[in-house]
């Protein structure tokens, strides 16, 4: 059965950095896509990064660019999301999710089409 567990979630004040984690487990496969969703209270989930392992191509949201960064360790089987200058409007729950039967060079940031998520980690930003 395929697991997905995120880890790294803190209270870290404003301009800070931190280091999100994404095992998974129980998956074989070599290609697929995994990517990173957030949802804050009272607002709709929004998509964060996302990243193909075939390719190594990765996708941002608007509102993170130039200050995340989606890597993977192969070996590990897991995913990062390295969060820098973080702004109390990143303060969310952060859910990393797997889109197991993509094969294509391009993710995307559409949550209808990942299948597996993992409880989330919280990231509260303090002014």
């Known amino acids: 059965q395929l697991q997905v567990v995120e880890s790294g979630g803190n209270l870290v004040q404003a301009g800070k950095s931190l280091r999100l984690s994404c095992e998974v487990a129980g998956f074989t496969a070599d290609y697929y896509a995994i990517a990173w969703f957030r949802q804050a209270p009272g607002k709709r989930r929004e998509g964060v990064s996302c990243?193909?392992?075939?390719?190594?191509?990765?996708d941002y949201g608007d509102s993170v660019k130039g200050r995340f960064n989606i890597s993977r360790d192969s070996a590990k089987n897991t995913a990062y999301l390295q969060m820098t200058s973080l702004k109390p409007e990143d303060t969310a729950k952060y859910y990393c999710?797997?889109?197991?039967?993509?094969?294509?060079?391009?993710?995307?940031?559409?949550?209808?089409?990942?299948?597996?998520w993992g409880q989330g980690t919280q990231v509260t930003v303090s002014s």
């Open positions: 990243l193909s392992t075939l390719s190594g191509n990765t």
């Open positions: 999710t797997v889109q197991t039967a993509f094969r294509g060079s391009k993710c995307t940031l559409l949550t209808y089409e990942y299948d597996d």
